[in-house]
């Protein structure tokens, strides 16, 4: 049995105490252990400052560019190997390529985006400006890489995407990376390090591994580390609100549960383009990684008017997928990643039960796999349906929400969620689109807009792409990763400086 290791302080090494099992999602049977008493993590975070940190600011955007370019190349390479590992957390091929080759294809975006800021190490925000009435004093505001670590705790859903995502934009603000992966699928994360570190293309101490327990990780945090964590919002809270991280003001940025919302305006007709984009991209989101994403739709907000014929369509498509062991032919939808998350689904369920009616269950195989059978849930008790806007069940689950076809009442279902990564509105109406847009933008981090002309263009809500913000208000965490160069701000500090025109421009020669 695999035993998981982590690389710290530039070695691999194996923790103690007593190992955590780690099993694989379709057998139940154990995969890998890994224990993390011992491992020094405060040692740890001062060899990726001290060693890290330094050997990533001596370099030029395109010069950490050129090194994401070869860890993108890394995962392309082992591609096989990797998608045929990412099974253990019960992925089929599809979902395997979605997690893999997201991760590659992101880590690439931000190479391109090291090779275009070009050889320049200070980024200038905004232009010179007057201090007061002299033309000759003047402000700049400067972004530079800040001189701690970039501690990123990640959720078990996405190994590979999850850490690549924030890897590749902490590296390429000059920021050494320590990850600790979501221990229930930690062998692809594990695995993908490896393969970094034997390429010999990270600088020494420019990106570490924590497997298993983030332990005392955070009780030596400084005030130039930056912390972002993606999970629960629980956990979110008890990082934010740790006694180390508040008293050395370390950032913090959290990805946190969302109820993400789907609607359909009333305009839209049950056969036209419009709503077969809107039944795809739903349908694609209870099942793509056994609904195991952060971004899938969990509330399908629906005119009271059309809701028979909207559940009997979606039921149609959603009966299609088959669960079972991803490995096989035809099966479209893989267990869910763990035991407990098994649980925790089917908790949900019960809860959802006593709130929303069941209106369809799918099947599922028996066995020791952590098989879960895809529920579709209707309730017409809009923003009342307490259960539905407060809780996410992480599986592939949905519910049907009335609602009686206003803008008013879409808006106020979206904005019961409490904040969320992403909500998605059904249209051709522009005016109805636009209020419903504007209404819902402060409780989202992202909107997507489906309509009859972009029908068979979009990649779906539920598809974080890198030049695009993610993250999310109130519920979802408040944080903001990606977005293009906007991501890279998280590890800079934005710094004033007022000076003499002429010796600032001087000073900065050859570095901005
Ligand atoms: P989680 O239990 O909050 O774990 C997330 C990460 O935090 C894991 O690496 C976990 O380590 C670590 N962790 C747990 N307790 C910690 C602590 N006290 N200090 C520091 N790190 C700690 O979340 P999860 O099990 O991955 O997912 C559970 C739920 O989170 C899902 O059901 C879903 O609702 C939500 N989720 C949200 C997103 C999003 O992006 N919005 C993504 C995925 C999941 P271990 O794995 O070792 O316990």
């Known amino acids: 049995m695999t035993i998981l290791r982590s690389y710290l302080e530039g070695r691999w090494m194996a923790g103690e105490g007593k190992p955590r099992t780690i099993e694989d999602a379709t057998t139940g049977s154990a995969f890998a252990t890994v224990a993390s008493d011992g491992l020094d993590r405060g040692a740890a975070l001062r060899y990726a400052r001290d060693v890290g940190g330094p050997a ?77 009435r002299s033309k000759r004093f003047v402000g700049q505001h400067l972004l530079v890489p800040r001189r701690g670590v970039a501690i990123h705790i990640n959720a078990f859903n996405f ?50 591994l924590l497997a298993g327990s983030a332990g005392d990780l955070l009780d030596h945090v400084g005030p130039q580390d930056c912390v972002a964590f993606t999970g629960s919002s629980g956990t979110g809270l008890a990082i ?8 050395t003001g370390a950032r913090v940025n959290v990805e946190a549960d969302s109820l993400n919302a789907s609607v359909l305006a009333p305009d839209v007709e049950l056969d036209s ?56 032919r035809g099966i479209t939808v893989g267990p869910v990643a763990s035991r407990a998350q098994k649980r925790d689904v089917e908790a949900g369920c019960s809860q959802l039960a006593e709130t929303a009616n069941l209106v369809w269950r799918g099947e599922a195989p028996e066995g020791d796999g952590f098989f879960v059978a895809p529920a579709l849930y209707l309730t017409d008790a809009g923003v009342e349906a307490a259960y539905v806007h407060e809780h996410e069940v992480f599986g592939p689950v949905a519910t049907l ?46 909107i997507y807009w489906g309509s009859r002309k972009v029908a068979d263009q979009g990649s779906g809500p539920g598809t974080v792409l890198p030049n695009f913000v993610h993250g999310g208000p109130g519920k979802a965490g408040g944080g903001e990763e990606l977005g293009g160069e906007r991501g890279l701000r998280f590890y800079q500090q934005r710094v004033a400086v007022q000076a003499d025109r002429a010796l600032l421009k001087r000073s900065l020669e050859g570095l901005l």
């Open 159 to 208: 190994p590979a995407w999850g850490m690549a995502e924030k890897a590749a934009v902490a590296i390429l603000a000059g920021v050494p990376v320590i990850s600790k992966p979501g221990t229930a699928t930690a062998p692809l994360a594990v695995r993908i390090v490896e393969l970094w570190v034997e390429s010999g293309a990270l600088p020494e101490g420019a990106f570490s």
């Open 56 to 132: 990533l600011r001596a370099m030029t955007f395109a010069e950490r560019g050129a090194i994401l370019k070869k860890l993108a190349e890394e995962i392309h390479t082992h591609r096989d190997e990797l998608l045929i590992l990412s099974r253990q957390g019960g992925t089929t091929r599809g979902d395997g390529k979605f997690d893999v080759d997201g991760a590659a294809g992101t880590i690439s975006y931000y190479a391109y985006l090291g090779k275009k800021l070009g050889d320049v190490v200070v980024l200038a925000d905004g232009e010179p400006e007057n201090v007061l």
């Open 401 to 446: 929400v009335t609602y009686d076809g206003s803008s008013d009442e879409a808006i106020a279902i979206v904005a019961a969620g409490g904040g969320g990564l992403v909500a998605s509105v059904y249209t051709d109406d522009a005016a109805w689109g636009g209020q419903v847009m504007l209404g819902i933008a402060p409780w989202s981090g992202r």
């Open 273 to 328: 383009d419009t709503f077969g984009m809107f039944l795809g991209d739903v349908a694609r989101d209870m099942t793509q990684k056994a609904g195991q994403k952060c971004t899938a739709v969990r509330r399908i907000v629906v005119p009271a008017d059309k809701v028979d014929g909207v559940a009997e369509a979606l039921i149609d498509r959603i009966s299609g997928a088959i669960v079972g062991d991803p490995a096989q």
């Open 240 to 247: 934010r609100s740790h006694a180390q991280v508040l008293a």
